[in-house]
């Protein structure tokens, strides 16, 4: 039953996983990044994600790539606030997928910071 469980949750946070990499991948072809050889890979099981790009020397960009969902997903929370629809039964249900999907992991903040040029985050 429990094996289950973890499996099933599992599954469940590639729906948060696969959009945070996948918005570390397009900010950086937004920023000018090099992303020809980018990789991005999600592990169902082992709770790895990661988006690889080229390094980047710019700063400002490195933050924006390297933050980049916790940017969208705070932008978009707060239209969402700001816009007056009420967070209740399902909606609730997607603004706590919404700010899962914008909670940075140690691997982003680290990037952001230029501490290491590829992304990762344990999920």
């Given at each position: 039953?429990?094996?289950?469980?973890?499996?099933?949750?599992?599954?469940?946070?590639?729906?948060?996983?696969?959009?945070?990499?996948?918005?570390?991948?397009?900010?950086?072809?937004?920023?000018?990044?090099?992303?020809?050889?980018?990789?991005?890979?999600?592990?169902?099981?082992?709770?790895?994600?990661?988006?690889?790009?080229?390094?980047?020397?710019?700063?400002?960009?490195?933050?924006?790539?390297?933050?980049g969902?916790?940017?969208?997903?705070g932008?978009?929370?707060?239209?969402?606030?700001?816009?007056?629809?009420?967070?209740?039964?399902?909606?609730?249900?997607?603004?706590?997928?919404?700010?899962?999907?914008?909670?940075?992991?140690?691997?982003?903040?680290?990037?952001?910071?230029?501490?290491?040029?590829?992304?990762?985050?344990?999920?």
């Amino acid at each position: 039953m429990l094996d289950t469980l973890a499996r099933g949750a599992c599954v469940l946070s590639l729906l948060i996983a696969v959009p945070h990499e996948a918005t570390h991948y397009a900010l950086a072809r937004l920023a000018g990044v090099e992303t020809d050889d980018a990789q991005i890979a999600v592990e169902v099981s082992g709770g790895r994600a990661v988006c690889a790009v080229a390094p980047i020397e710019s700063p400002p960009r490195r933050v924006v790539v390297g933050l980049g969902p916790t940017l969208v997903g705070g932008l978009l929370l707060a239209l969402w606030l700001a816009s007056g629809v009420a967070v209740d039964g399902w909606r609730a249900l997607a603004a706590l997928g919404l700010a899962l999907y914008a909670i940075p992991s140690p691997g982003d903040v680290a990037a952001a910071a230029g501490r290491h040029t590829q992304q990762e985050s344990k999920k």
